[in-house]
Structure formats: C-alpha cells, structure tokens
C-alpha cells in the first residue's frame, strides 16, 4: 500500500515539519519554508 501515502512532502508551516519530526517521517519532507525554526534540528537538516 506503499502508493496511497506521499512519499514527498512540501512543508508550508512550522507546525506540519514539527508533527512529522515527532512521527518520525521526516525522510519524507524534501521541502520547508523558510520561517520554520521547530524543531531547531530541522532547518539543519532541510536548507
């Protein structure tokens, strides 16, 4: 069932990057914006 989920995710706000960090699915974020700073791990992580 691997096509029914997204397998790259865009994140437009903090709070989206947060869940998934917290989740454990941040191999799926390939994007964020640039006023995300939680968690802190994250805008180290994806520029």
Same mark, same amino acid.
């Not at 964020?32 to 994806?46: M, Y």
């Given at each position: 069932? +691997?096509?029914? =989920? &997204?397998? #790259? %995710?865009?994140?437009? !706000?903090?709070? *989206? *990057?947060? !869940? $998934? =960090? $917290?989740?454990?699915?941040?191999? #799926? %974020?390939?994007? %964020?914006?640039?006023? *995300?700073? #939680? &968690?802190?791990?994250? #805008? +180290?992580? +994806? &520029?």
């Amino acid at each position: 069932m +691997k096509g029914n =989920y &997204p397998e #790259r %995710i865009v994140c437009l !706000t903090e709070e *989206t *990057t947060e !869940t $998934l =960090y $917290l989740l454990g699915e941040e191999d #799926r %974020i390939v994007g %964020i914006s640039g006023f *995300t700073v #939680r &968690p802190p791990r994250a #805008r +180290k992580e +994806k &520029p």
